[in-house]
């Protein structure tokens, strides 16, 4: 499966945003699609994670503000960002994979992976 990002873009702190993962290829409706992020100088690090079972997990520093979706439809998953702050700043990538329960934040356990968007958030 091929996955493209979008939706990125620059916004004031407090504002939203929504991210989209367009998939294209396989069976989409089988993988676990995930979301992470690399700000400048830092590591990727995860962000959500929506799995074919529909059951989503999300890192502490975006639960309540963030959340994801999926439409099998669609071959979409969809990033509603809200709330957002200066650190949230950072190029957002999907991917996709299956990994086992305590290893969906591990970005090494994802195959396929989007270009990355870029989300400014300015303060």
């Known amino acids: 499966v091929q996955l493209q990002a979008s939706g990125g873009g620059w916004v004031q702190a407090g504002g939203s945003l929504r991210l989209s993962c367009a998939a294209y290829g396989g069976t989409f409706s089988r993988y676990g699609i995930a979301w992470f992020r690399q700000a400048p100088g830092k590591e990727r690090e995860f962000v959500s994670t929506i799995r074919a079972t529909r059951t989503t997990h999300y890192a502490e520093s975006v639960k309540g503000r963030f959340t994801i979706s999926r439409d099998n439809a669609q071959n979409t998953v969809t990033l509603q960002m809200n709330s957002l702050k200066a650190e949230d700043t950072a190029v957002y990538y999907c991917?996709?994979?299956?990994?086992?329960?305590?290893?969906?934040?591990?970005?090494?356990?994802?195959?396929?992976w989007g270009q990355g968007t870029q989300v400014i958030v300015s303060s």
């Open positions: 991917a996709a994979g299956n990994p086992i329960l305590s290893a969906v934040r591990d970005p090494d356990m994802y195959h396929n």
